[in-house]
């Protein structure tokens, strides 16, 4: 049973307009939750991340929102950009396990 | 800039052959892992290491086994290659867990074709 879980497999939204990508989880132990960004034949590379006893982080156009209590958390990319056009990951992390569990990825579509 | 290297971008392989995919980090990590990325189903763990000679199973470890006989490489071995092991196969790197570090590294994936 998947403990990381993306809802939707694709989004689309236009050039300077808000991108929103939701990732729920079910383990209220993981520790540490973190965002991949995923081009074509590349490996996923680290986006942002944030700590379980925090609700917010922020870096450049990205910020990660985390709701503990409903557990899920959000990435939002304010202006969104046709470079930003890739696969997103959700990741939770677990001191415990010593291992990342990933959700199934949110294909962005930015449209000029 | 932390690298991780995995040694084929692409590969094709006939059924039952005995496969392996090499990665090498140059950080000094000590976890490894190899995933599996597949359409709809994500990043699937297959196995992780935490140390030299150290191996865990992830959620999908049949059909294949590790090595980690040094702490910078991590291979992944299919025994008896099968069609259904048609995937791209990524691996990455982390430090032990916990604080600002606990993020993953990735190689740049490599995409196996078994025919």
């Known amino acids: 049973d998947q403990q990381v879980k993306q809802n939707s497999p694709s989004l689309s939204v236009q050039e300077g307009r808000i991108s929103i990508l939701n990732c729920d989880y079910t383990n209220s132990m993981f520790d540490y939750f973190l965002w991949y960004k995923k081009y074509p034949a590349e490996g996923p590379t680290f986006l942002i991340s944030i700590s379980s006893i925090k609700d917010k982080n922020e870096d450049g156009r990205f910020t990660v929102f985390l709701n503990k209590s409903a557990k899920h958390l959000s990435l939002h990319i304010v202006p969104s950009q046709p470079g930003d056009s890739a696969v997103y990951f959700c990741?939770?992390?677990?001191?415990?396990?010593?291992?990342?569990?990933f959700g199934s990825g949110t294909k962005l579509n930015v449209k000029p | 800039d932390v690298k991780v290297t995995q040694s084929s971008r692409y590969l094709v392989k006939r059924t039952g052959e005995k496969v392996f995919l090499e990665c090498v980090q140059d950080m000094d990590h000590e976890n490894m892992f190899w995933y599996r990325q597949d359409p709809g189903l994500g990043l699937r763990l297959i196995y992780f290491s935490y140390d030299v000679k150290m191996k865990e199973k992830g959620d999908i470890p049949e059909g294949y086994s590790v090595s980690r006989e040094k702490k910078e490489r991590f291979s992944l071995i299919l025994e008896s290659a099968s069609t259904n092991q048609t995937s791209m196969y990524l691996c990455?790197?982390?430090?032990?867990?916990?604080?600002?570090?606990?993020?993953?590294?990735f190689g740049q994936g490599t995409r196996l074709t078994v025919v």
């Open positions: 990455a790197s982390s430090l032990v867990p916990g604080g600002r570090d606990t993020e993953a590294f």
């Open positions: 990741a939770a992390f677990s001191n415990n396990f010593n291992k990342f569990y």
